[in-house]
């Protein structure tokens, strides 16, 4: 099993601390509030159609494509979030849990709880 790059958490002046994990097809961002998981970003589909599902403590959930920033011509941008999609709460929970042994535990525990309470609202 390859692990996954991980970044250790880190202040960011004025927004919450965060950690990161990624590889070529997943990213997830982790902010803190105190010791606690306030929310976090999972990416995926990284190589074909970027995705990424936004869960926080004070916020709504999102589901967004992720733009590239790139454009023919021009340099490489700062990828985005843009359009809000619906998804499949299942398929993206089976898309995590690929990753399930290559997190701490603590981390996968509580991504994976707030997947499993998603309302079908939530959901789109």
Same mark, same amino acid.
């Given at each position: 099993? @390859?692990?996954? %790059? %991980?970044?250790?958490?880190?202040? $960011?002046?004025?927004?919450?601390?965060?950690?990161?994990?990624?590889?070529?097809?997943?990213? /997830?961002? !982790?902010?803190?509030? *105190?010791? #606690?998981?306030? *929310?976090?970003?999972?990416? =995926?589909?990284?190589?074909? @159609?970027?995705? #990424? /599902?936004?869960? &926080?403590?004070? &916020?709504? !959930?999102?589901?967004?494509? $992720?733009? &590239? *920033?790139?454009?023919?011509?021009? %340099?490489? *941008?700062?990828?985005?979030?843009?359009?809000?999609?619906?998804?499949?709460?299942?398929?993206?929970? &089976?898309?995590?849990?690929? $990753?399930?042994?290559? $997190?701490?535990?603590?981390? =996968?525990?509580?991504?994976?709880?707030?997947?499993?309470? /998603? %309302?079908?609202?939530?959901?789109?």
């Amino acid at each position: 099993m @390859t692990p996954l %790059h %991980h970044h250790p958490r880190r202040d $960011i002046p004025g927004d919450l601390p965060r950690e990161w994990f990624h590889d070529e097809s997943v990213e /997830l961002i !982790v902010w803190y509030k *105190g010791a #606690a998981i306030f *929310g976090f970003q999972f990416c =995926y589909d990284m190589k074909d @159609t970027p995705k #990424a /599902l936004t869960i &926080s403590a004070d &916020s709504p !959930v999102t589901h967004r494509l $992720i733009d &590239s *920033g790139e454009s023919p011509l021009e %340099h490489k *941008g700062t990828p985005v979030l843009s359009d809000s999609i619906p998804f499949d709460v299942d398929e993206v929970r &089976s898309i995590f849990r690929t $990753i399930a042994g290559k $997190i701490p535990q603590p981390i =996968y525990n509580h991504v994976e709880a707030r997947l499993e309470a /998603l %309302h079908p609202e939530e959901r789109s």
